[in-house]
């Protein structure tokens, strides 16, 4: 295993100037689980490891055709955890499998890794698919064998040797923390446990991209962050690429760095999570993320709002921070700038997954064109501005 | 009627009456075992036809792995073409065959080739049923994993399948002790001629009762085991 200290100014996460990077040229061995360093950047090969062009799946059944998939086009970076949200019947599961060719696409492609999907034969997707790791929201783990041997099975399938699959299978269950389950049936797991038996099967023949379909739907919410926490850990170590769809925002929050929204069969919107949670362009997405995030001012507090204050032009805002600018007192910087009054109505942080993520309904009392340039302020320090009601006089209510 | 009833009977009746005849005790222990060896036989080779053609019937099935329309649904009537015959009718229609496997269409051997040409279909039914009892998401994740349709056979369709297949054989066996009593009124062998020519046409009455007792004591233990066996495959899941 061989590291090499390079320089590049290129990479998606090496920011404006040259940082040396580690770059990975090992041969895959046992030892690929040692830890690859976190903004590694492969350099010298192509950074989009899947793209999907132009999609289209329509399934024939009588009496109508249904249109499952519409001109879909994504492309999932090397390295990334990448979520798809959508409804039930959006079309997600019949996208993920047309990633590993599970359902063949009517139309388009599929490029992972530089390989057409649908050029290969049966022979040559069965091999490709062995390096497209894959986890289901049943788990879908064989009763008829125990955690050892299923995660053993794809290592069967690859005809990889018993002795060098014995030790593989020992450690990955070492990694998913259920070594001490080895000789257990799956039916006697917990739902959590189950999944982590799934992971480490998927994982067992080194893939190149791991495909979540709704694994964390079945759980409870602790179990669920626990199995997060788990996919991110491997992401971060393995720099294993990650393509999982969800209906749950939380799921995207936590673990995503980016996003893609799909609707009705289509892709609604694409892209980083943060700026979606900050600036959702889409009423699907808006309604996600108010599913999770409480953004809506309760109904007595805006009352209050609106009861107190008699004599002052008032403008009611919502203000959103993301990352450094959640850790500055631009508020206070504005009240000392702008001779007006700000009234908290409602806040919260959270985390969008490990970038805190705040946003703050604001009051805003005082003549209108200092709320305007007060706002102006805002938006000029990299704040999101949403203004929930214009400025009225209390007065003439 | 009152000597099924009371058991005492029974084993009264068995006792005195083997007593003074042990040629007959002979015949029934013959008797029994060649109608073992004719069910256990027709068994096994029914599940070798029978297995086969259950695993073709499903993965040819819509959607499945091997999926193939015209194939599946002319083995589809093949097996309801062969299931529709009576067994009595199967068992005259098959002599020529039987004649040419086995050179002769009477005793025990003879009677396998019926018996187990008519479980064959049953049997392919009874597997297709428990194979499509498993979760189509195991062969998802198999396929996902690049499997190929002879190692989802292997790995994941016949082992998944098992109590359920295992609780199916003995369902056979049983079915095939009676149709073995059928095919020995004409000259299989076994109990069914034992009840048949001694019990019915020389009016030894005792024959008869011995031959049902035997029977049940036979079909009782097949489940038996049938249902220990397929057990002991689920607990060990457990």
New interface residues.
Partial sequence: MIFLIESTAQGKSSGSTPVPILHYRGNVSSKELTPIPEKCIFFGEARILIEIRDLTKVFNSTPDQIVALKDISLSVDKGEIFGIIGLSGAGKSTLIRCINHLEKPTSGAVIIDGQNMASLNQQELRLARQKIGMIFQQFNLLSSRNVFDNVMFPLEIAGIPRPQARKKVEELLDWVGLSDKARVYPEQLSGGQKQRVGIARALANEPKVLLSDEATSALDPQTTRSILRLLKDINRKLGLTIVLITHDMNVIKEACDRVAVIDNSTIVEVGDVLSIFSNPGTNISRSFINAIITKEVPEEILHRALSTNIEQVSSLIRVSFIGPSAGEPVISNMLQKYAIKANILYGNIDRVKDTPFGNLTLELMGALPLINAAMDFLRENGLEIEVLQDAYYHGEH | MHIIMGSIDISLLVTSWLGDNNGMFQAVLQASWETIYMVAISTALSYLIGLPLAVVLVITGEGHILENQPLNRTLGSLVNATRSLPFIILLILAIPLTRWIVGTSIGTVASIVPLSLAAAPFVARLVEASLKEI?W??I?????????SR?IIR??LI??A?PSIVLGVSITAINLVGYSAMAGILGGGGLGTLAYYHGYMRYQTEVMWITVVVLIILVQGIQVLGNKISARVLN???
């Fill in positions: 979760d998401g195991l998802e994740a198999a396929l996902s994993m690049g499997a190929s190692q790995k994941v082992p998944e098992l060990k899941r457990r």
